[in-house]
């Protein structure tokens, strides 16, 4: 057992992300907080900073510090390797996730009837920048998935005049494609609501894109050889 809970040590040791992430989100918790103890009905528009900064704390990235020789000793540990990349993982979204939990507390706390926070959209939401950037930046730089990501999103809204704002629609095979994609590229436009089984089929495509990436990732990481940079 004390072999099994290594790879948590080390990444609280070892930082995932700068510390700056978990103090910017800290500092927006409490905005967000704020914002909701005034308003309870702005507690979607608080979770939205929450979302954005959780596509760069989640693109955390492992190849690069790993070639770098930061992760020496734990991938010389006897660990299996598909277990120190979920706790990698874990250790990355750790500060968005209890943000997240944090601000539905306190909506809950002024109206327990209607907590927007924790309706199947905003979950959606989270789970999609919690797990796709992560899958994305693995072999990549640090904060690469969220760029590309702010990216995709830009292309989106001025190149190809998607309006992101729009309410998702599954009428039609386009519609649903579109809103699909909408939901893909800007997953905030479905916080805080509470969509039917058939509105789910609009985050389905992107939730299955992000639990593929992440089994890729993870697949990748457990085979990878990485030697060291100066080795090469």
Same mark, same amino acid.
């Given at each position: ?104 507390? /306190?909506?809950? $706390? ?7 926070? %924790?309706?199947? #959209?905003? *979950? &959606? =939401?989270? !789970? +999609? ?55 893909? /590229?800007?997953? $905030? ?7 039917? %089984?058939?509105? #789910?089929? *609009? &985050? =389905?495509? !992107? +939730? ?25």
């Amino acid at each position: 057992m004390a072999r099994s809970f290594s790879p948590l040590r080390f990444f609280r040791i070892v930082p995932t992300q700068p510390a700056l992430i978990s103090w910017t989100f800290a500092v927006v918790v409490v905005v967000g907080a704020a914002a909701i103890l005034r308003e309870p009905s702005r507690s979607a528009g608080a979770m939205v900073p929450i979302l954005l900064l959780q596509l760069f704390g989640a693109s955390s990235g492992l190849e690069v510090p790993a070639r770098r020789g930061h992760y020496d000793l734990l991938l010389t540990s006897g660990h299996r390797r598909t277990w120190m990349a979920l706790v990698h993982w874990a250790s990355s979204i750790a500060p968005g996730a209890a943000s997240w939990l944090v601000l539905a507390a /306190v909506e809950a $706390a002024m109206d327990y009837h209607n907590v927007r926070l %924790l309706s199947f #959209g905003t *979950i &959606a =939401a989270m !789970g +999609l920048v919690s797990t796709l950037p992560w899958a994305i930046t693995v072999r990549l730089p640090r904060f690469s998935g969220g760029i590309g990501w702010l990216l995709a999103l830009a292309i989106s809204t001025s190149v190809l005049s998607f309006d992101v704002a729009a309410n998702p629609s599954i009428d039609g095979l386009a519609e649903w494609l579109w809103s699909a994609w909408g939901f893909l /590229v800007y997953p $905030a436009g479905l916080v805080g609501r509470e969509l039917s %089984l058939h509105q #789910g089929l *609009i &985050a =389905a495509p !992107g +939730l299955a894109i992000a639990a593929g990436a992440m089994v890729a990732a993870c697949r990748w990481v457990s085979r990878a050889s990485l030697p060291l940079e100066a080795a090469q």
